[in-house]
């Protein structure tokens, strides 16, 4: 049975939903889709414009607690007509104001939306600025939930337990990383390939030996996409 969302702030929802759609452009909206290849339609918003929107709409409706938080985005996530909805829901969660809610307890929330949206856009932003930081405070419960995600049957955890600590300025787990990466150099999905060399590329910039160390010792083992991926900034 769905969970019953009874908590979310219908006038946040209210305000983004009013406020995408007076910011509209149908001319734009087209072309939006078929760049995302998108089963749900645009409105036609822009990012610079959503981010405005956001600035607007998310100080003006303050929520008061975690679950208000969680449930709000949720029911923007899941009754979403437009594409932009879904962005909004994600920058919600990440709102400098809710810093306090990015803890283990939130997961559940980013896999919904990682698993659900199974696509680049919104798995990306999820994995690398949500999931990725709480693995920073919280390595004792998330570590083992990226070893888990790594064989995972759905490419989009896969592809997120891969590419979570891209940005990582410092202490990046090294072990993590490779335990990441090996059981998944032979899958010919072109998202797992490109999130391989996207994750060594990342790392390169802080140490491009070990990553040419490690290219070399899987040479045999890298798809091309993944190789030239990972040695573009080398």
Sequence with gaps: MPELLERADTALLDAVRRGLADRADPTK??????????????????????????????PAHPLPDF??????????????????????????????????????????????????????????EVAIRRIGPILRSHPDVVRPLMLAWRTDGDLWRRRSAIICQVGRKDGMDLDLLTACLEPNLADREFFIRKAIGWALRDYAWRDPEWVRAWVAAHDGQLSGLSRREALKNI
């Design 29 to 58: 909206a087209p072309a939006m889709q078929a760049y995302m290849k998108s089963a749900m339609p645009y409105r036609g918003v822009p990012s610079p414009v959503q981010k405005a929107l956001a600035r607007e709409v998310f």
């Design 67 to 124: 679950e208000t938080w969680r449930q709000t985005a949720l029911a923007l996530w899941r009754d979403a007509t437009y594409r932009e909805e879904r962005y909004l829901a994600i920058a919600l969660t990440g709102l400098r104001a809710y810093a306090a809610h990015q803890t283990p307890a939130s997961l559940p929330l980013y896999e919904e939306l990682i698993v659900t949206g199974a696509w680049w856009d919104y798995v990306d």
